[in-house]
Each structure stands twice: as C-alpha cells, then as structure tokens.
C-alpha cells in the first residue's frame, strides 16, 4: 500500500494528453485555457472618470468654474477645457485633457457656473482611471492553464478576445457497479439506491465535462460489456464500488482483460483505501472509486480529479490554508479526509458515522487533511480541498494568472 503522496506521484507520471481546440466566449466557461490571453489594446484604453461630476481644469484655489458643456461615456470633448473651466461628466466618459473630476455631490450642481463645496475634492488626478493603469497592450492578463468560470470570461472579453484555444474536455464514461446498487429503492429488497451515479454526473457537470452512465451487475460479463462500451465512447472510465478485495471485486481484473495496466491500487488514505487506478496504450485512462458514497466523493477529488487535470494543461486541486476552528484528531494510521465546514475562525470537521454517512458530507464544504495519527488543537493550520461545484472550481491554474 502506497502513500497518499505517492499515488500522486505515480498520477503525475501519466502522459499529458490535451487536443487543443478554439472556441468563442460563449462556449468557454469551464474550460481550460491552452493559450495566454493578452491585452489588444491599453487597459482603460483611455483617461476615463470614475464618478459622475465636473471634469475641472484646476487653476490657484479658485473653487468656481465656467461649465463649457456635457461629456457623456462614448463621447470625447470636442476642445480644450482651459484653467477655470470645467464640464459636467459621466461615470465612464473620457476625461478632457488636463482636467481633474470632482464629484457631483461635492459641488452645487450648477449648471452655467459650478462651485466646489468640499475643497479637499480639489487635487490632480482625483477620480480619473488612467489609461494603461490596469495593464498595458500586450500584458498575459489570463495565463495558459486557468479555468475559466464567469469573471476569467469577462476578463477575456475585455481582453478583445471573441475566441480562446481551451483543452479538449475529456469525456467520462460512468459505470456504477453492484447488485445492490439500483436508481430507487426496491420494497423487500435488500438495496440501496444509486447515489454515486448522480454524484459524478454533477461532478463531471461542474468541471465543464460530459458524461455518459451505465450500471453493471456483479457478474464478469456484465461487467465486462459495460467496461467496453464505455471505453469506445469515453476518454476517461470511471466505476464505482468493485475494486477492494472480495470475490466479487472484478473491476482490477476485468480492466486488465481490456488492456489496461494497473498504475497504482490500494492508498493508505481514509475513506478510498481501495482505489484503482490504470492507463492504456491507447491514451485512455480507468479510475476505480470504492463504492462507499463520502468514499466516492473523496477520491473523485483526491484521485479522479489529478488524473483529469493530466488530459487538463496541468493544472492542480485548489487546496486552502486555513486554521481549525476546534480541536481535532485522527488517531488511525492512515492519512484521513474528513468532509468539513468553512466556519467562523476557520474550518471544523462535520461530525460523521463513516464512509457511507453521505447525508453528514453534504453539510461540509470540502475535505480536511489530517495526518496519521494527528491530534490537532484550535487553530492548527489545516489544508482544505473545497468540493467541486460548491463555489470553486476545485482547479487551479498550472501557473500564476498575472505577471
């Protein structure tokens, strides 16, 4: 059994596989840039105001001024605004040369002739954005390797990008496995329904990737056609429950069957000890997740996720930094992920009944790591990984956004 550190080191030495592809604004968000986007143009390619007031030419401490006329966002003042002279701006317009904006609630609103009532709103370059101040033509302002969410979007599309070249988002092929497992509870059955399937379906939605699903029984050939189908429509396979040690466990060897050879099995984490994962000639990766559901959703996180950003430019889980808001403790042997909450003086662990207390993990709002054998008290530094899809992407960037 391999180390938590380990099997991300093995992962690491996955190919890289990316196609790289263009696609507009609009069909970018949630996916990974594979080029740096860089400004066109000067950023605010102009002197623009910031408020709505008087663009004033300041002269001495005179505090009136001649109103010339009305500059509007869009607009440029046709001539010159000479020293005690001034025009009525818009938030957004650009600022006449030489001028300075005063704020219209620190003035009388006049409109022939406007006085400044609050002279400390007399000073240069009060309330102007000055042009380049934000960024130069030609500065990377989104790096090659960041997930691009709403704001990186916009960001582009100020840019003056209408297109960016993104990874090619690989393609999951979902197999739940197990008897027991159905889509809806069975009256006088011994079953339970399927979770794990609509966890990783979400999963996979949040990321920005498609998905198919299927469900295979615990019989080898069952398993077998599902493993088939969905590696000839996927680039990723990932199952569910089969892959720990009992006779029905048939994910590891019936992987091999298919081609695929065994990158690591077995991690000395809790919950996801029995984690699978193989890679084939052909490019096409196999990720077995313990069937337990919180077991499901820590190593989608810890495992899947890594060997998604292979086919991803790179990028990384977005751990956090955060101090424990009580005291904690692991007293196994095994490095532990415990889901958490994001509280008041930092994170606290959600009180659980083990790998299959989904209902507990949804309260939390990411994994805690804890090392064997921790005990932890308030205020310890702890790394946190947020969940996928509760508010952060769960990427990183491969590299810094901004230079």
Same mark, same amino acid.
């Given at each position: 059994?391999?180390?938590?550190?380990?099997?991300?080191?093995?992962?690491?030495?996955?190919?890289?596989?990316?196609?790289?592809?263009? +696609?507009?604004?609009?069909?970018?968000?949630?996916?990974?840039?594979?080029? @740096? +986007?860089?400004?066109?143009?000067?950023?605010?390619?102009?002197?623009?105001?910031?408020?709505?007031?008087?663009?004033?030419?300041?002269?001495?401490?005179?505090?009136?001024?001649?109103?010339?006329?009305?500059?509007?966002?869009?607009?440029?003042?046709?001539?010159?605004?000479?020293?005690?002279?001034?025009?009525?701006?818009?938030?957004?317009?650009?600022?006449?040369?030489?001028?300075?904006?005063?704020?219209?609630?620190?003035?009388?609103?006049?409109?022939?002739?406007?006085?400044?009532?609050?002279?400390?709103?007399?000073?240069?370059?009060?309330?102007?954005?000055?042009?380049? *101040?934000?960024?130069?033509?030609?500065?990377?302002?989104?790096?090659?390797?960041?997930?691009?969410?709403?704001?990186?979007?916009?960001?582009?599309?100020?840019?003056?990008?209408? *297109? +960016?070249?993104?990874?090619?988002?690989?393609?999951?092929?979902?197999?739940?496995?197990?008897?027991?497992?159905?889509?809806?509870?069975?009256?006088?059955?011994?079953?339970?329904?399927?979770?794990?399937?609509?966890?990783?379906?979400?999963?996979?939605?949040?990321?920005?990737?498609?998905?198919?699903?299927?469900?295979?029984?615990? @019989?080898?050939?069952?398993?077998?056609?599902?493993?088939?189908?969905?590696?000839?429509?996927? @680039?990723?396979?990932?199952?569910?429950?089969?892959?720990?040690?009992?006779?029905?466990?048939?994910?590891?060897?019936?992987?091999?069957?298919?081609?695929?050879?065994?990158?690591?099995?077995?991690?000395?984490?809790?919950?996801?000890?029995?984690?699978?994962?193989?890679?084939?000639?052909?490019?096409?990766?196999?990720?077995?997740?313990?069937?337990?559901?919180?077991?499901?959703?820590?190593?989608?996180?810890?495992?899947?996720?890594?060997?998604?950003?292979?086919?991803?430019?790179?990028?990384?889980?977005?751990?956090?930094?955060?101090?424990?808001?009580?005291?904690?403790?692991?007293?196994?042997?095994?490095?532990?992920?415990?889901?958490?909450?994001? +509280?008041?003086?930092?994170?606290?662990?959600?009180?659980?009944?083990?790998?299959?207390?989904?209902?507990?993990?949804?309260?939390?709002?990411?994994?805690?790591?804890?090392?064997?054998?921790?005990?932890?008290?308030?205020?310890?530094?702890?790394?946190?990984?947020?969940?996928?899809?509760?508010?952060?992407?769960?990427?990183?960037?491969?590299?810094?956004?901004?230079?």
């Amino acid at each position: 059994m391999i180390t938590y550190a380990e099997a991300l080191a093995r992962i690491a030495t996955l190919p890289a596989i990316s196609t790289v592809e263009r +696609v507009p604004l609009a069909a970018a968000a949630g996916r990974v840039l594979a080029g @740096d +986007v860089a400004l066109d143009r000067d950023q605010p390619p102009f002197d623009r105001s910031t408020m709505d007031g008087y663009a004033v030419a300041l002269v001495g401490d005179r505090r009136s001024f001649a109103v010339l006329g009305t500059v509007a966002a869009g607009v440029t003042w046709p001539g010159a605004v000479r020293p005690g002279e001034a025009v009525r701006i818009m938030t957004g317009a650009l600022a006449p040369t030489g001028t300075t904006v005063v704020p219209i609630e620190a003035t009388d609103g006049g409109v022939e002739t406007v006085t400044v009532t609050e002279p400390t709103a007399l000073a240069l370059r009060r309330n102007i954005a000055w042009r380049g *101040e934000d960024g130069r033509a030609g500065a990377v302002v989104l790096a090659a390797g960041m997930r691009l969410g709403p704001t990186q979007v916009a960001a582009a599309a100020m840019a003056g990008a209408r *297109e +960016v070249a993104v990874h090619r988002a690989p393609r999951l092929g979902l197999v739940s496995t197990g008897d027991e497992v159905v889509g809806a509870g069975v009256d006088g059955a011994p079953t339970i329904a399927d979770s794990n399937g609509p966890f990783l379906l979400a999963f996979a939605a949040a990321l920005g990737l498609t998905a198919t699903h299927r469900h295979a029984r615990d @019989d080898a050939d069952a398993l077998r056609a599902a493993l088939t189908a969905a590696a000839a429509d996927s @680039d990723v396979v990932v199952t569910t429950g089969g892959v720990s040690a009992g006779d029905r466990d048939l994910v590891p060897a019936m992987s091999a069957q298919l081609g695929f050879v065994t990158v690591l099995h077995h991690v000395a984490m809790q919950p996801g000890k029995p984690v699978f994962v193989a890679a084939r000639a052909d490019g096409r990766h196999l990720v077995g997740l313990p069937g337990n559901p919180v077991s499901v959703l820590a190593t989608a996180h810890l495992i899947l996720l890594p060997v998604l950003a292979r086919r991803l430019g790179g990028c990384t889980p977005a751990w956090l930094e955060l101090p424990l808001a009580a005291p904690t403790r692991n007293r196994g042997r095994r490095q532990l992920f415990l889901p958490a909450r994001l +509280v008041p003086g930092g994170v606290q662990t959600v009180p659980w009944n083990g790998s299959g207390d989904l209902l507990a993990a949804a309260h939390g709002h990411g994994l805690v790591d804890l090392a064997p054998g921790a005990d932890l008290p308030t205020g310890t530094m702890v790394r946190l990984l947020p969940y996928v899809g509760g508010g952060d992407a769960g990427l990183l960037p491969a590299r810094a956004v901004r230079g």
